[in-house]
């Protein structure tokens, strides 16, 4: 092997160097091989893991949920729209079908719209990633961890002798043995900071920030949310631990404005919620409480069918005209789980007894009932990362950073994450194609 100098702590130059091998560094080396095409190129992929793609492996409860049938920009949130519709169009959610199936893993949509391997292993899609990176003649270096990224020299730099096998290369990549990795192009998909086990712990976003990117502050997304156990129907939650139903998830301000809501699936756990709804909006509150922390912010739950406690009471009208002997409890029968309802109904008896008053105090519980949430699970139970390099500082045509020529950025490091269902993997796999095609032609 060529060295990069007489010193034993470089190694031989390549013209691409890629930071991270997880699902968009294992996309960018295979498109990169790919628009080699024969070309004596020599890419390198780096990861700081001994066995990368652990993210691939614990997604979708090892299953490997790869994208979803339908990808809109509306699915993600951070960046401009516009620009996250500019990289979904350039390789979307067909796209990724049909590669897939070119890497040998056929796919199957659940109702729920999700694609998941037939196989229903992770590892099969882990295995094919691997595979075609091992045809395409990709070095790895896995169990290699960065520790600092240097920019290109000045072509007028005087260089030493001992650096002078650096000269014609642009950037210098340095691992935590000592080496140094050289490279004409760069390639950076460390991930965020979600799931750190996984290996991506955010140095990568450091490393980022040190080169003058703008970092957006991060937080957890598609995270469980944490409740604080109380009297209230919404704090009993552990009363309700393994329940599972549809709901309707509000966030609102003190004033009582509705900044975000969503309909979705709610498991209540021995800790709080989780499931779709609560980790969709597990986001939308971190961030309003990070952007507004002097506001209080409220999570509030309901039964879909009702838009706004006014239908609520609506209906608690016409069911008590009907049946005004008939318990509360049974009623909400209709609406929630029994465990549920009785909750709900507590301090209620029959539709008749109900004044006013307390019938527009169960239609808010129906609609608007406050959930004591007083926390996330933190990084280690996150699926992704809201924040990161904004995605204003790079062209979305080839992922090129605008402040640092020939450095691209790819995955979860950029300001976008997506709803749960697949998307953060098809965001993975449209932006590691832009980068790693437009790393090698150019």
């Avoid at 009907?322 to 549920?340: D, G, I, K, M, Q």
Wanted: aromatic letters at 6%.
């Amino acid at each position: 092997m060529t060295t990069l100098s007489s010193s034993p702590s470089s190694t031989s130059p390549a013209d691409l160097v890629i930071i991270g091998a997880g699902a968009a560094g294992m996309a960018a080396a295979i498109f990169a091989g790919e628009a080699a095409a024969g070309r004596p190129v020599r890419i390198i992929l780096i990861d700081g893991a001994a066995k990368p793609g652990a993210k691939i492996l614990l997604s979708g409860g090892g299953r490997c949920n790869v994208t979803h049938d339908r990808v809109t920009p509306d699915d993600y949130f951070g960046g401009p729209r516009p620009l996250i519709r500019n990289v979904l169009a350039a390789f979307n959610e067909r796209a990724t079908v049909d590669w897939m199936r070119r890497l040998g893993v056929e796919l199957t949509v659940e109702p729920t719209g999700k694609l998941f391997p037939v196989t229903d292993n992770a590892k099969t899609v882990l295995d094919a990633l691997q595979r075609r990176i091992a045809e395409l003649g990709i070095t790895t270096r896995y169990g290699s961890r960065v520790t600092k990224i240097e920019c290109p020299q000045p072509k007028h730099s005087a260089l030493s002798t001992q650096d002078s096998a650096l000269s014609t290369q642009d950037f210098v990549v340095h691992l935590l043995s000592g080496e140094r990795l050289a490279a004409r192009r760069l390639i950076v998909a460390c991930g965020g900071r979600s799931l750190p086990k996984s290996g991506s712990d955010g140095v990568g976003l450091e490393l980022l920030r040190e080169l003058g990117h703008t970092i957006v502050p991060t937080t957890p997304a598609l995270v469980p949310l944490v409740l604080k156990p109380n009297r209230q129907p919404g704090g009993r939650f552990e009363e309700l631990t393994g329940l599972t139903l549809d709901v309707r998830l509000g966030l609102y301000d003190s004033a009582g404005r509705r900044k975000f809501e969503l309909v979705g699936s709610m498991l209540f756990t021995h800790f709080g919620v989780s499931g779709p709804a609560p980790m969709n909006l597990s986001r939308h509150w971190l961030r309003a409480r990070l952007e507004s922390p002097a506001e209080t912010w409220t999570v509030c739950m309901g039964h879909p069918r009702f838009n706004n406690p006014e239908e609520a009471d609506a209906w608690l009208r016409a069911a008590a005209a009907r049946s005004p002997r008939r318990p509360v409890a049974h009623l909400f029968t209709e609406l929630f789980p029994e465990r549920l309802a009785r909750i709900l109904a507590t301090g209620t008896d029959r539709l008749i007894d109900m004044d006013r008053g307390e019938r527009l105090e169960l239609a808010r519980a129906l609609t608007r009932l406050p959930l004591p949430v007083e926390s996330d699970r933190g990084w280690a139970y996150a699926e992704t990362t809201a924040g990161g390099v904004s995605l204003r500082e790079i062209d979305v045509r080839t992922m090129e950073s605008r402040l640092v020529p020939g450095l691209h950025i790819c995955g979860e490091m950029l300001d976008v994450d997506g709803i749960i269902g697949g998307y953060s993997f098809q965001w993975a796999w449209s932006t590691g194609h832009l980068a790693g095609r437009a790393a090698v032609k150019a």
